[in-house]
């Protein structure tokens, strides 16, 4: 069965570093998201991304965070300089089609120290 | 105001038990998702509905779209159905998920 893919599991960074965090959507799906899990809360919406382009993005994502579609098949997410409130399970999700169900990936837990 | 509320926060249920979750949510949708998070973090969909009832194995999910409501129910209730169940919107004007709370499910042997 098809599945999102992420990468890596568990990302441990150095304040102020810079990571990428690496998502490889479902093949045929045109709609891709991130989102971030701070622990112990809700999962938030950061970005979704259609097109090659942005399509909403909430006031989290602020200009320290990137996404891009580099090739056919990787989705990131950067964080240009990480602070410690940065430090969450972030979730890609992809679907077919706007408002289609979304499939989510197991999660990359970033800690920031 | 949270858009999106669910009941109970906390649940514990013996085997065997049917269990209900209710969501409800104060904007317009498209679709509403179920969703289950296991202790690992990761999420799994389960449904994604509109309208109606929909039913895979032992849950059943149900929307009343005018009254702004829905209910997860799981019927004959196992320890490995023990998970965060999450009630997620589609707002009408938008395609982001917006996420309640979770409701965190024990269920003892």
């Known amino acids: 069965e098809p599945e999102v893919t992420q990468t890596p599991s568990h990302q441990v960074t150095q304040m102020g570093q810079e990571v990428i965090l690496r998502c490889v959507p479902i093949?045929?799906?045109?709609?891709f998201y991130w989102y971030r899990q701070i622990l112990g809360q809700k999962v938030e919406f950061l970005v979704s991304f259609y097109n090659n382009e942005i399509s909403e993005k909430s006031e989290i994502f602020d200009d320290q965070f990137s996404v891009e579609r580099p090739d056919g098949s990787n989705f990131t997410l950067k964080i240009r300089s990480t602070k410690l409130e940065d430090s969450a399970m972030y979730f890609c999700?992809?679907?077919?089609?706007?408002?289609?169900?979304?499939?989510f990936g197991q999660g990359t837990r970033l800690t920031v120290v | 105001k949270n858009e999106v509320e669910q009941s109970p926060q906390n649940l514990t249920a013996q085997e065997g038990e049917f269990i209900t979750i209710n969501c409800s949510y104060s904007v317009g949708i498209s679709a509403l998702h179920w969703l289950q998070q296991h202790p690992g973090g990761g999420i799994v969909s389960l449904f994604m509905l509109s309208s109606g009832k929909k039913k895979h194995g032992r849950l059943i999910a149900t929307i009343n779209i005018q009254e702004k409501h829905s209910s997860l129910h799981i019927t004959a209730s196992h320890p490995r159905d023990s998970a965060v169940y999450i009630c997620a919107v589609i707002s009408r004007y938008g395609n982001k998920l917006v996420f309640g709370a979770g409701t965190i499910l024990r269920v003892k042997s």
């Open positions: 093949s045929n799906h045109l709609y």
């Open positions: 999700a992809s679907s077919e089609e706007m408002n289609t169900e979304a499939f």
